[in-house]
């Protein structure tokens, strides 16, 4: 019987009361859909063949329990193919990025009379560029297993991205992720550690306007004061919808022993597959384009007047949105889980060094009202969200189920 091991791993750890009957079986076929909460539209859905486990040596059991012999692959042929991918990597670095900046900064001559078409322009060069990495990802053999919320139903609308970060490969997998949704990868603003800002990415990141926070306790309220004034100087009147943010403020590896002793101090659970996030870059996001509250009327009214006042002074060099709305309305909250609690790297994405697998993306999606408005509050939600993330990620592991079956 096909099952999906993660969902039933959300469903137990306090999602079945917010999904009942997720997953359900249209009679005499193979289709599935996912019954979305709050009247999101359904998604449709695909049972695939389950993908044959793993083998762990030169000898692994079938399914049906037999020995099968597993061929070693040729030292000679692999090392050829990651040379071959690598070359490719660098070649299509070497041809790409340049052409994105020599355009960008030829369009920069016209910006002041063509606004529109110069971020309609950059959107479809950045796509572009994004979708170049989904190849290497699609090329080496990683699939990608999505279920949980229909991510469709944000579509168009202001929405903040909360995910888990594991390794240089969650970055490359998102894009990868969502380069087949039509405006998505266009409108979306990183916010990301300062160091990528020196990759060869970087310059590519600057034109589009991501926003690049510095880590550390030192440039902390500094970075939080940049990322207040940015959104209102870039995400709002670019027209920008999705914001992605890691709260965790690191890799997991780095953050683990750190957050389990913060958590030992506070009297906090000690997570093992995720840490606590940290909630001041969502703090601010909130505070500055949050829902709209009563008792946040006047904060409300001076953000209005900061988009306003930078809108006159600007006009030549934006364009505002229309279609979206001026708040953020959805929560958008990603796990990424990797086979065998190994995640990939951004050499294997670009290489192919690892064999190919499957790796699984949950959504889940939160109207941004549901967030409490005061500080305490939002970071328990938070708290909350990554607690959840843990125990979905432990039952994950536990089942040792590495491939989930149903998909978008």
């Not at 950059?122 to 090329?139: F, I, K, N, R």
């Not at 790297?345 to 941004?368: E, F, K, M, W």
Request: proline content about 6%.
């Amino acid at each position: 019987m096909y099952t999906c091991v993660f969902i039933r791993a959300a469903q137990r750890h306090g999602h079945s009361r917010r999904k009942p009957n997720a997953w359900q079986l249209t009679a005499g076929s193979t289709r599935y859909r996912l019954a979305s909460p709050r009247g999101a539209a359904l998604a449709s859905c695909h049972l695939t063949h389950p993908l044959p486990p793993r083998a762990r040596g030169p000898h692994a059991r079938s399914q049906r329990g037999e020995t099968v012999t597993k061929e070693r692959p040729c030292c000679f042929s692999r090392y050829a193919r990651v040379a071959a991918r690598t070359a490719f990597a660098v070649l299509n670095n070497i041809y790409c990025i340049p052409a994105y900046v020599v355009w960008m900064m030829a369009l920069r001559l016209v910006r002041p009379v063509f606004a529109p078409l110069y971020w309609k322009v950059e959107g479809l060069l950045y796509h572009w560029l994004l979708a170049m990495v989904s190849l290497w990802a699609w090329t080496a053999g990683y699939e990608l297993l999505e279920s949980g919320d229909d991510p469709a139903a944000c579509s168009n609308r202001r929405t903040l991205v909360l995910s888990n970060h594991q390794s240089t490969a969650d970055v490359p997998i998102l894009m990868a992720a969502w380069n087949p949704r039509p405006g998505v990868l266009a409108n979306l603003m990183w916010i990301m550690d300062r160091v990528f800002k020196f990759t060869n990415f970087g310059i590519v990141s600057v034109l589009h306007k991501d926003f690049f926070i510095q880590a550390g306790k030192a440039k902390r309220d500094q970075s939080l004061e940049e990322l207040r004034e940015h959104i209102h100087r870039y995400y709002m009147p670019l027209g920008r919808q999705f914001m992605v943010l890691f709260p965790e403020g690191g890799f997991l590896h780095k953050r683990r022993e750190v957050s389990q002793r913060f958590a030992e101090k506070n009297n906090l659970p000690k997570l093992e597959y995720v840490s606590l996030p940290r909630a001041g870059a969502m703090k601010v996001i909130m505070e500055e384009i949050g829902p709209r509250r009563d008792e946040g009327a006047s904060t409300s009214k001076e953000n209005s007047k900061k988009d306003n006042n930078f809108n006159q002074n600007n006009l030549n060099n934006i364009i505002v949105d229309t279609k979206a709305g001026d708040s953020i309305e959805w929560i958008l909250d990603v796990t990424i889980a990797y086979p065998d609690r190994i995640p990939l790297h951004l050499q294997d994405i670009v290489c192919g060094t690892r064999p190919p697998c499957a790796i699984n993306l949950h959504y889940r999606l939160y109207p941004s009202n549901e967030v409490p408005a005061d500080t305490e509050g939002m970071t328990q939600w938070l708290y909350n969200r990554f607690i959840e993330k843990d125990k979905m990620l432990e039952e994950f592991y536990r089942t040792d189920f590495k491939e989930c079956t149903v998909v978008f």
